[in-house]
């Protein structure tokens, strides 16, 4: 039923850069025997899912939406996708996303933007857009997407799903294509926060494969999510409700912020002071990481390798020139100028420090309050092609959610309402290191 769905409407929306048929189906049959011999079966045995193309998965390709990846076939799974497969989901295949996950509208990838199932006209966010906007338009049941910058919570709210961005080192990386790796996250998209707890819970926990993940051990998302709200004290930052915010997007924010105290909830208005720094410093610090992680797409190793070169050297060239798309490229020089000897202390090590100054605020936050709801994005879905000159609105529009990114906590994004145009709007929920359960309770309110 699924196959057929996406016959019907990736033409149109372009979600799915590829296929796994052949699998999906051998795993269906798969779960179908054992259930059939009353066998036990795993948390999501015959659970449509789709996933992202940053992260590999054995027998199918991995382009990171980059033309220099095309063709290339990781010979593993990532360790989410393990999880999942072992757990009895059936992947249907892999999903379009910006350019090694560089953007917040779907419109750098190199296989053609992703459209928004609730307006095609307009841009389904980014950069896991083909993640949110699947779920959106049921081509499958939950994605896998991830999260650097905003990448899950920001498409979420545009296309008006849950989108969940987990604690850093909650999932482990191992198998993700790297952008900056300590940002990079990878979490769920669901159609509701139930299900978005569902994927998690199989997904989280150590892997000795990724030295940054954590020990912890993972609660019981799913019994967490069903208690009930009472009490909770819900911060509201003024910083996120300024200037720059459109007016029907603060409106539905205030409603979800509405619901939360008629379910008992005690509202507290609190302050972030240095949020302003938020955007420079993501952007000097994804950058460098960025620029670092590239480098070893050289056309040695892995996809394209340029048919002009004459030299080793002009064959690193070449492959690169031809491979990465133009805001790639944009980012390797940022990152490369801001590592340079003579401007590293000005601008990246600064950066570090800002950024454990936007950490420490949020945990002085929270020990005052359990979680804090924001909007994800200052506007619904934009139309496509409106910001693609203007890679500096672009970067402005991540206003929300590179907070959450730079300080290492988790978060919730659920829908809370719509514009008078229909276009959905999400509200961000941001819970403590590891609190992933608080966040889950809060946007079950609101859903
Ligand atoms: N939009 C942000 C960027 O372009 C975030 C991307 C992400 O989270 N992967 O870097």
Redesign the pocket.
């Known amino acids: 039923q699924y196959y057929a769905r996406i016959a019907a409407h990736n033409p149109l929306l372009n979600v799915y850069l590829s296929l796994t048929k052949e699998q999906a189906l051998e795993q269906a049959a798969k779960v179908d025997a054992a259930a059939v011999k009353g066998e036990i079966l795993g948390p999501l045995a015959g659970i449509p899912i789709g996933v992202k193309d940053v992260l590999t998965m054995q027998g199918a390709p991995s382009t990171a939406g980059s033309a220099i990846l095309k063709g290339y076939e990781p010979p593993y799974d990532a360790t989410s996708v393990a999880k999942l497969k072992a757990a009895g989901a059936v992947l249907l295949g892999k999903i379009n996303c910006d350019e090694f996950?560089?953007?917040?509208s779907n419109e750098n990838s190199a296989y053609g933007p992703v459209r928004n199932p609730v307006d095609t006209e307009r841009v389904p966010g980014?950069?896991s857009g083909g993640s949110a906007a699947a779920v959106a338009a049921n081509l499958a049941v939950a994605t896998l997407g991830?999260?650097?910058?905003?990448?899950i919570r920001q498409p979420a709210s545009f296309c008006g799903v849950v989108g969940v961005l987990p604690t850093y080192g909650r999932v482990s990386r191992y198998g993700l294509i790297a952008?900056a790796s300590s940002l990079d996250r990878v979490g769920p998209f669901a159609g509701n926060v139930r299900d978005a707890a569902e994927v998690l819970q199989v997904i989280a926990g150590q892997d000795p494969k990724d030295a940054t993940s954590s020990a912890r051990p993972v609660p019981d998302y799913i019994g967490e999510t069903e208690k009930d709200l009472d009490k909770l004290r819900i911060g509201v930052p003024e910083e996120y409700f300024g200037e720059g915010l459109d007016p029907e997007v603060r409106a539905a924010v205030e409603s979800g912020i509405d619901s939360l105290r008629k379910a008992g909830c005690e509202i507290k208005k609190i302050s972030l002071k240095h949020t302003q720094y938020a955007i420079p410093v993501y952007y000097l610090i994804?950058t460098a990481e960025a620029s670092a992680n590239l480098a070893r797409f050289d056309g040695v190793r892995y996809g394209h390798r340029s048919a002009k070169a004459t030299n080793l050297a002009s064959m690193y060239r070449l492959s690169r020139e031809e491979g990465f798309g133009p805001e790639v490229k944009r980012r390797i020089l940022l990152g490369t100028y801001a590592l340079s000897a003579g401007y590293y202390d000005a601008y990246y090590k600064k950066a570090q420090q800002v950024r454990r100054i936007l950490a420490e605020e949020f945990l002085t936050a929270f020990g005052e309050v359990d979680a804090i709801v924001t909007p994800t994005a200052p506007t619904a879905a934009f139309k496509l092609g409106e910001k693609t000159d203007d890679p500096l609105a672009m970067y402005l529009a991540?206003i929300y959610t590179v907070t959450a990114s730079l300080a290492g906590i988790c978060g919730v994004t659920v829908p809370c309402g719509a514009t008078s145009a229909g276009l959905p709007v999400g509200m961000q929920v941001l819970g403590a290191h590891f609190q992933e359960s608080t966040a889950f309770r809060v946007a079950r309110a609101v859903e």
């Not at 996950?101 to 917040?104: D, E, Q, T, V, Y």
């Not at 991830?146 to 990448?151: A, C, E, P, Y």
């Open positions: 996950a560089m953007g917040s980014g950069s991830t999260d650097t910058g905003g990448s952008f994804a991540d």
